[in-house]
């Protein structure tokens, strides 16, 4: 029983982790390719 306990814990937090970091992720990569767009000249991005 508190071996259950203990594995739905742990797959809990990893999953918050997850859902509280996807976002900044998300973000972060967005940023990255329209800075990578903009330095190729292509000033009208995401429009």
């Known amino acids: 029983m508190f071996e259950i306990t203990r594995e739905i814990v742990a797959y809990g937090i990893i999953g918050g982790i997850?859902?509280?970091?996807?976002?900044?992720?998300?973000?972060?990569?967005?940023?990255?390719?329209?800075?990578?767009?903009?330095?190729?000249?292509i000033k009208r991005y995401g429009h």
């Open 18 to 41: 997850v859902v509280l970091g996807a976002p900044f992720v998300v973000a972060t990569l967005r940023k990255r390719h329209r800075d990578k767009l903009r330095r190729r000249g």
